[in-house]
């Protein structure tokens, strides 16, 4: 399939928080007035910048920008398979251990919370749904997370399923 626009660059922190209880993953809840993916649950991350070295620095630095997770804090260990949205971006997953303990200072012009879920939860067969819904006359399927009140979908989710695949191999 050829895309009908140019892709743009971006890359993501996919965070493996070292906690006692087990390993959680870090996820943001984008604002609400944001123009793209308002309101949807997602990793810190954000648009490749020319004076980025590459994808971990892009990385690195919307974490910082977003939610204020120092690189301190942080240690980039390898990449999930980049993805593609439906919006235009492709997609570098970088994986990454974070040693607490920490402190987050929230950008609230772009999250409006940070939270953690098990990875346990995440790599529980029972808790990856698929839902579809019509757009333009055309379904559209996606993996769902249902995590208490909150809904992590699309390209999050398909992120995560990867992170999954990767673990049960």
């Given at each position: 399939m050829v895309p009908l626009v140019e892709l743009r660059a971006a890359a993501v922190l996919v965070t493996l928080v070292d906690?006692?209880?087990?390993?959680?993953i870090l996820l943001t809840r984008r604002t609400a007035h944001l123009s793209r993916h308002a309101g949807q649950i997602a990793f810190p991350g954000g648009r490749v910048d020319e004076l980025d070295a590459d994808e971990v620095a892009t990385?690195?630095?919307e974490t910082e920008e977003e939610i204020g997770l120092s690189r301190d804090y942080i240690e980039p260990v390898g990449m999930l398979d980049r993805y593609v949205t439906?919006?235009?971006f492709t997609v570098t997953p970088i994986v990454a251990l974070v040693q607490p303990?920490?402190?987050?200072?929230i950008d609230p012009n772009e999250v409006d919370e940070a939270f953690e879920v098990p990875l346990a939860f995440i790599l529980d067969p029972a808790n990856q749904k698929r839902d579809s819904y019509d757009f333009q006359g055309v379904a559209r399927h996606f993996y769902v997370f249902d995590y208490g009140e909150r809904r992590i979908w699309g390209a999050t989710a398909g992120m995560l399923i990867n992170l999954a695949e990767i673990f049960s191999a």
């Open positions: 906690r006692a209880e087990g390993f959680t990385a690195l630095r439906r919006t235009g303990p920490f402190s987050l200072s």
